[in-house]
């Protein structure tokens, strides 16, 4: 949850700070009371100053939509510690996706068979169904680092801030429906949907265990407006009629699409004239130089990291938005001087923080062995995100606004 000034005086645990009470407090009730407490507490503060805004011009409609942390957390937890060593099998085995490239055909089948996309969704389907409750450990509930919008912000208010900043662009208002693509656990689209009142978000997500996360999560908070759909963009067409939508985002799903030309006349088909699209991906930059061993490397180790199989340029995403005919509107990293190292690197040392608490209670038996395995995984090759990014040669934070031409 974004955090107000009162909430930077007296802060919430930390999600470390919770895991470690539950584990050394085999009567960890009343620790988990008091948490609760201290949480309803500054939710009930907030609510009181409804239109006010903090320095960062966040209010309380940005804040509305974010989950409680500490029942996210343990709502994970429970979920990986209840993890089938099957499932935890399909997990590892699902990144032999990211050692490979759409772009290389021949790869693809020689690794996966001529069914190669079916196995990729298969892949996704098992890595997205663990990742989801990974992340939720920490500050990425929303599976993505967001640009680094403002240096004095947490993780989760530069995704605030984003996401305020694509419903602008993209003009979002009260009535409007957009559709957003790869919406994970909804979280995204509930930010939308409070932030711009009367906004009606269709999420569609790979993943059945995603998707009915966003169904639960917004059925809670009362917007019922919204609705999700499992669908495998890879699939097309699109479940939805011409001129459905009035907006289209996605944020960091486009680097899992086979056919980004598809996928674009498919987004323009079901938008109607006018309609803007925001989308935020992750890309090659000019400085990365395939014939450097160095370069090649980090990107090895980086893609797993990022969950990308296809490796997509600034100039491919304009080039297959334009052929689709939408006039690219803005092409530029997001991040506040084009480095989100800052913001990779704190995920970093926090999830690292996190893994030695876990490898500590395997070893004491306190957590079953697969926790090692899926922390040791999550954790591995940061360094080397942050590297690439500080070297220039690749960015999550890409952005792109477009408009489909009124007719």
């Not at 960890?28 to 009371?33: L, P, Q, R, T």
């Not at 019922?224 to 699939?235: A, I, L, R, T």
């Not at 996928?263 to 079901?270: A, K, Q, T």
Request: glycine share 6%.
């Amino acid at each position: 949850m974004a955090t107000s000034e009162a909430a930077i005086r007296h802060p919430l645990p930390s999600p470390t700070e919770s895991f470690t009470q539950r584990a050394s407090d085999s009567s960890d009730n009343e620790g988990f009371a008091e948490e609760k407490r201290r949480a309803a507490a500054l939710l009930t503060k907030r609510q009181r100053r409804p239109h006010s805004k903090n320095a960062l011009n966040l209010d309380h409609l940005d804040k509305a939509s974010q989950p409680n942390r500490f029942k996210t957390f343990r709502a994970s937890f429970k979920y990986l510690h209840d993890l089938t060593p099957e499932q935890v099998d399909d997990f590892m085995a699902s990144y032999v996706i990211y050692n490979l490239d759409w772009a290389d055909e021949a790869q693809m089948v020689a690794a996966l068979g001529p069914n190669y996309r079916d196995r990729v969704g298969e892949c996704l389907r098992s890595y997205y169904g663990v990742l989801n409750h990974l992340c939720a450990l920490g500050d990425v509930e929303k599976m993505y680092i967001p640009p680094l919008m403002d240096r004095r912000a947490t993780v989760l208010e530069n995704q605030l801030l984003f996401e305020r900043s694509v419903a602008n662009a993209i003009g979002l208002k009260a009535g409007d429906r957009v559709l957003d693509l790869g919406c994970g656990r909804g979280r995204v689209a509930a930010h939308m949907a409070t932030a711009v009142p009367g906004v009606h978000v269709t999420g569609l997500n790979i993943d059945p265990n995603q998707i009915a996360q966003a169904k639960e999560f917004s059925e809670e908070r009362g917007l019922v407006g919204n609705e999700f759909v499992v669908q495998d963009f890879n699939e097309l067409p699109l479940p939805f009629a011409d001129g459905t939508f009035d907006a289209f985002y996605q944020i960091q799903a486009l680097s899992l699409c086979k056919d980004l030309s598809a996928l674009s006349r498919e987004i323009y088909r079901v938008l109607k004239p006018g309609a803007r699209i925001s989308l935020l991906d992750w890309v090659s930059l000019p400085d990365f130089d395939p014939t450097n061993v160095e370069h090649v490397e980090l990107m090895k180790r980086v893609k797993p990291l990022i969950g990308a199989v296809g490796t997509p340029t600034p100039k491919s995403f304009e080039s297959a938005l334009e052929e689709a005919g939408f006039v690219v509107i803005k092409s530029e990293n997001a991040s506040e001087g084009g480095l989100q190292a800052p913001l990779i690197d704190r995920v970093d040392v926090y999830f690292r923080a996190v893994r030695h608490i876990i490898l500590a209670l395997v070893k004491l038996h306190c957590l079953p062995p697969h926790f090692k395995t899926l922390i040791d995984r999550l954790c591995l090759d940061g360094e080397a995100f942050v590297k690439m990014d500080t070297m220039r040669l690749i960015t999550t934070s890409y952005w792109l606004v477009a408009e489909k031409p009124a007719q």
